[in-house]
């Protein structure tokens, strides 16, 4: 279908980009459509566009990039609602706000999308269930912030983030354990070593490549293959050499 938009004039959108909220958004009860638009291939964030209101749209994500143990409670009656057989179905968007300087995401009121329904009427529900959150939505506020400076590098910042976290766990079990003893391994020396190298062949195949990269590379070659602009790799390398060298 083609819809009118202020921010991307005319567009083409897919039957099963479109989503029906039977109850509308919060505070828009008469908007019943939303069009969910990517802007980039490797984009986080998403533009939640009425179809029938070209000014009406909303930056929404998908709150697991960010928090990995998000999850929200689905009544009975939303199921039945969303048509929705088994809760592993559904996908969860949450609507992202600009305060001041930061960019927030609304944790609290989800969107919940039952993703297994036809592709010409896919089901859609503005949740609030009283969520108890306690998570700072600092990745969010972070890629604000860069977006300010570059919004390239605003998009870069969460493969960023997740590349770091997904290593972190390798670093963590080496820091923790004493080095062995080369000529004579003890067993806690071969069992640390052990799960040391399960950590890392858990990592899969690409991440054990970066991960042997990444290692022996300088800082400010690490930060510059995921940032553009020197202003950003500065103070993110900045920060890496101020802790490598307190700690």
Same mark, same amino acid.
């Given at each position: ?35 969910l638009?990517?802007t ?11 179809? @029938?209101?070209?000014?009406l ?23 039945? @609602? ?34 297994h ?8 529900f ?8 306690? @998570? ?19 998009e ?20 923790s ?37 990444w ?16 202003l ?14 307190s700690?």
């Open positions: 279908m083609e819809i009118e938009t202020t921010r991307f004039g005319k567009l083409t959108v897919e039957d099963d980009r479109v989503m029906t909220f039977p109850h509308g958004l919060l505070g828009f009860p008469e908007q019943g459509r939303f069009a638009i990517q980039g291939e490797e984009n986080y964030f998403f533009w939640l566009q009425s179809t @029938e209101d070209p000014n749209a909303f930056v929404v994500t998908d709150p697991t990039t960010f928090f990995k143990d998000y999850e929200v409670p689905l009544r009975e009656e939303t199921q039945l @609602e969303l048509e929705l057989s088994d809760p592993a179905g559904a996908q969860v968007f949450v609507i992202c706000n600009k305060i001041g300087e930061w960019l927030t995401g609304n944790l609290l009121g989800p969107i919940v999308v039952n993703a329904h036809r592709p010409d009427d896919v089901r859609a503005a949740h609030s269930a009283g969520i108890a959150v306690s @998570e700072e939505t600092t990745l969010l506020g972070t890629a604000g912030g860069i977006a300010r400076i570059s919004a390239k590098d605003a870069k910042y969460t493969r960023f983030a997740m590349a770091l976290e997904e290593v972190s766990g390798v670093f963590a079990q080496l820091s354990i004493t080095p062995p003893a080369i000529d004579k391994p003890t067993p806690e020396d071969l069992w640390n070593l052990f799960k040391t190298g399960r950590g890392v062949r858990g990592l899969g195949r690409k991440r054990m490549f970066d991960l042997l990269r290692g022996p590379m300088a800082v400010a070659d690490f930060v510059a293959e995921f940032f553009e602009t020197e950003i790799r500065a103070t993110i390398a900045g920060r890496g050499m101020t802790v490598g060298v700690g």
